[in-house]
T-cell receptor, first 114, second 112 residues
Framework: GAGVSQSPSNKVTEKGKDVELRCDPI?????LYWYRQSLGQGLEFLIY????????KSGLPSDRFSAERTGGSVSTLTIQRTQQEDSAVYLC????????????FGPGTRLTVL | GESVGLHLPTLSVQEGDNSIINCAYS??????FIWYKQESGKGPQFIID?????DKRQGQRVTVLLNKTVKHLSLQIAATQPGDSAVYFC???????????FGQGTRLTINP
């Protein structure tokens, strides 16, 4: 594909359930980012992967949040024991190399926790 | 701490007029700035960027101005069109940091 893709586009879950959100970055991009966007708000950084380096997890809001990037490509963001305050749009972005290269965003996954 | 904010949450302009969206930042170590456009239901789309060694950069119908003295960034859109209606975010990257810090966004509405 030409751009960053994310799945699912929408996810509705019940409080306490675990969810997995997927991101397929642009082919060849070594850097991958996850952000969270609450309704009407800006983007909140969650986690950053760069090649084989240890990820920067400084933005994860709690230990219920985790992310993996397998094979340097696809990434999965997992939220365990979801809470209503986790409801937001989760955006993934990738860039060619490091953080100062342009980040290209996917369409996001809208998560609703009931 | 570092923060990126916007002066106005909403901006309405007449079609064909020029629009200016402003952004203030607080961290003097920021060395890279980006403007993104986000349409409803879509992810942010890169518009233009500028590095701290520049004070102006032009793209197609857009110009970004950087005033490091007052830590101010602006996005100028010339001859606005209905398709320019969106939320515009500024973002800063602090030298050596591994993430972008985004502002809250300004909603630009183009009136016919």
């Amino acid at each position: 594909g030409a751009g960053v893709s994310q799945s699912p586009s929408n996810k509705v879950t019940e409080k306490g359930k675990d969810v997995e959100l997927r991101c397929d970055p642009i082919s060849g991009h070594t850097a991958l980012y996850w952000y969270r966007q609450s309704l009407g708000q800006g983007l909140e950084f969650l986690i950053y992967f760069q090649g084989n380096s240890a990820p920067d997890k400084s933005g994860l809001p709690s230990d219920r949040f985790s992310a993996e990037r397998t094979g340097g490509s696809v990434s999965t963001l997992t939220i365990q024991r979801t809470q209503q305050e986790d409801s937001a749009v989760y955006l993934c972005a990738s860039s060619f190399t490091k953080n100062t290269d342009t980040q290209y965003f996917g369409p996001g996954t809208r998560l609703t926790v009931l | 701490g570092e923060s990126v904010g916007l002066h106005l949450p909403t901006l309405s302009v007449q079609e064909g007029d020029n629009s200016i969206i402003n952004c203030a930042y607080s961290n003097s170590a920021s060395d890279y700035f980006i403007w993104y456009k986000q349409e409803s239901g879509k992810g942010p789309q890169f518009i233009i960027d500028i590095r701290s060694n520049m004070d102006k950069r032009q793209g197609q119908r857009v110009t970004v101005l950087l005033n490091k003295t007052v830590k101010h960034l602006s996005l100028q859109i010339a001859a606005t069109q209905p398709g320019d209606s969106a939320v515009y975010f500024c973002a800063e990257n602090i030298g050596g940091a591994q993430k972008l810090v985004f502002g809250q966004g300004t909603r630009l509405t183009i009136n016919p």
